[in-house]
């Protein structure tokens, strides 16, 4: 059953997104920040079989997957993960909770993302501008993210073709410069089936440290589903446009990561913050790509930044629509038909969170970002598989994907093993920044609750 709504309500968000274009928005998501900026942290916990991680990440994402889209064309609207708990289990609390959680891990993307361009600013022009000046190209790039983003959703994902057409450019350029250097004999292919962990670690913990970091690439899920408002007859078209896009991404992401190990040794990449223009300048110094490709890189993660606080904010917007955040985050411009107060929030949670972690001395910032974003992301996708199962009790009138009754099991147990300290292996700094985000959460939930029972008594007392 099509779920295109013919005449929207100048409160509804417009229609916009077809089958290409949402394959599109999928594929610019996953191929964004993670590849970019932290190949050379996923290579420094594993050595050169840096592909493993990514591989077993997809295989854990493609597993959820199913359950995400068994509820996106179930339940075709903004909001997400937070929608289908707050159908399973009718807490608000727990639906505030889970809300904030997805909205941090696609503002912790995207401050990871503004930092990696940055970065990639700098080095492309030269700059000698230090961690500060870093830092306030950062915060000025969320800026005119958040002008794009106001502009309107149609503004956006067409621009999010542009640049996802220039970052992929930019990724087959590095597979095709890693695979030429491998064939002249400049690389060390053997490289790739090395395992090298650090600080005693066993090749088990080594992957799943890794794996966690990799899956810093998969808010595309929580993305993708954010946007079922705006898509046209999303029942229909998600399924294919998402099993499509994680085929695509995992084959791009296992070929330059070991293009990148056999060009560049590991130690190298674990401390750039452009491992991938090291790739390119290493395969082949000489050659005008190896140049352009710190500009292509700021495409890359400027198209996550983009398409992260896309998210955010429609997120936010959804659930202020479903009473679980203020109204007035729900505002919608007369003209531009987009939730501007939440992406005021969502962008202003974004400039202190990229400044708190810059300023933290020795801090890999994109690393620890990332690694945050995964913790989170990790942990609703645990939730979600089982919410997939709850909901199984709640019958729609309209056809709608399956994801059948063993994968949102296998899903659930995979996604907290990668979430747990002792399993995961990661650094106690990611749950100490998602730690003091969900206690701020907790807090915007409190504010929300008496502001609620407050306008109750309000309207009480002016009928009495």
Request: charged residues 10%; aromatic residues 8%; proline residues 4%.
């Amino acid at each position: 059953m099509s779920t295109t709504v013919q005449n929207e309500a100048p409160d509804e968000l417009k229609r916009v997104i077809g089958p290409r274009l949402l394959l599109l928005f999928i594929v610019g998501d996953i191929l964004g920040t993670g590849v970019y900026a932290l190949t050379g942290q996923v290579a420094g916990e594993v050595g050169g079989a840096a592909w493993l991680p990514f591989l077993v990440a997809f295989a854990v994402a493609t597993v959820t997957a199913f359950s995400y889209l068994e509820l996106v064309t179930k339940y075709p609207r903004a909001a997400g993960a937070a929608l289908y708990v707050h159908k399973a289990f009718g807490i608000h609390s727990l639906t505030f909770l889970v809300c904030f959680v997805v909205t941090c891990s696609g503002i912790t993307s995207a401050s990871a993302a503004a930092r990696a361009f940055a970065a990639n600013l700098v080095e492309g022009f030269g700059l000698g501008v230090g961690n500060t000046g870093v830092l306030l190209v950062a915060m000025a790039f969320l800026l005119l993210v958040a002008a794009v983003n106001l502009r309107g959703v149609s503004e956006s994902v067409r621009l999010n073709v542009v640049l996802t057409v220039v970052e992929l450019t930019g990724l087959l350029t590095v597979i095709g410069l890693g695979a030429w250097a491998i064939a002249g004999g400049d690389a060390d292919f053997s490289r790739v089936v090395v395992f090298e962990t650090q600080e005693g670690k066993s090749v088990l913990l080594a992957v799943s440290t890794a794996t966690s970091l990799a899956f810093f690439a998969m808010v595309g899920f929580e993305d993708s589903v954010n946007m079922a408002e705006e898509t046209k007859d999303p029942s229909r078209i998600f399924p294919r446009a998402l099993l499509t896009g994680l085929g695509l991404t995992a084959v791009v992401y296992v070929l330059v990561s070991i293009c990148a190990v056999a060009v560049v040794p590991v130690g190298v990449l674990r401390e750039s913050e452009t491992p991938l223009v090291e790739v390119a300048q290493t395969a082949a110094p000489g050659f005008p790509m190896a140049d352009l490709l710190p500009f292509i890189s700021m495409v890359a993660v400027a198209n996550s930044a983009l398409i992260n606080m896309l998210m955010a904010s429609r997120l936010v917007y959804g659930m202020s629509r479903h009473g679980v955040l203020p109204p007035s985050l729900g505002a919608v411009h007369p003209g531009r038909r987009t939730p501007w107060a939440a992406i005021g929030l969502t962008t202003a949670i974004a400039l202190g969170l990229v400044g708190y972690v810059s300023l933290a001395p020795g801090s890999p910032v994109v690393a620890v970002l990332g690694g945050t974003t995964s913790l989170l992301l990790l942990t609703v996708f645990c939730v979600v598989n089982v919410v997939v199962l709850v909901l199984r009790r709640d019958h729609v009138a309209h056809r709608h994907f399956s994801a059948g009754p063993v994968l949102p099991v296998v899903g659930a147990v995979s996604c907290a093993y990668l979430v747990l300290p002792w399993t995961s292996g990661r650094a106690l700094e990611q749950y100490r920044i998602a730690g003091v985000l969900v206690a701020v959460g907790v807090v915007l939930w409190v504010v929300t609750h008496v502001w609620q029972r407050r306008s109750v008594r309000s309207v009480d007392v002016r009928r009495g």
